[in-house]
Nanobody
Framework: VQLQASGGGLVQAGGSLRLSCAASGRTFSRYAMGWFRQAPGKEREIVAAINRSGGSTVYADSVKGRFTISRDNAKNTVYLQMNSLKPEDTAVYYC??????????????WGQGTQVTVSS
């Protein structure tokens, strides 16, 4: 599975962005999908994950109520809707495919990352 993340950019605090991650191949629906982020000098951390059908999701406490993960298996795409953005959300965001997990080590396939910068 090859993953291509897009949708990052520069936004003011309180604003919104929607990230997309398009997957190649016909096996997209076999994988849970996760969004992770990595800020400078910090470890890569889970943001949100969604199971294969889209019926189960998990979120980091720091984004609950502000971010929403979803997927469209017909389009081989997973989304991350980010609202009420804060400067501390600034990071490179990565999508990943694997089993439903909060642990980055559990994911097999990774996209290239997209930069999100939130100005105060």
């Amino acid at each position: 599975v090859q993953l291509q993340a897009s949708g990052g950019g520069l936004v003011q605090a309180g604003g919104s962005l929607r990230l997309s991650c398009a997957a190649s191949g016909r096996t997209f629906s076999r994988y849970a999908m996760g969004w992770f982020r990595q800020a400078p000098g910090k470890e890569r951390e889970i943001v949100a994950a969604i199971n294969r059908s889209g019926g189960s999701t998990v979120y980091a406490d720091s984004v609950k109520g502000r971010f929403t993960i979803s997927r469209d298996n017909a389009k081989n795409t997973v989304y991350l809707q980010m609202n009420s953005l804060k400067p501390e959300d600034t990071a490179v965001y990565y999508c990943a495919a694997g089993p439903l997990s909060r642990m980055r080590e559990d994911y097999t396939y990774w996209g290239q990352g997209t930069q999100v910068t939130v100005s105060s």
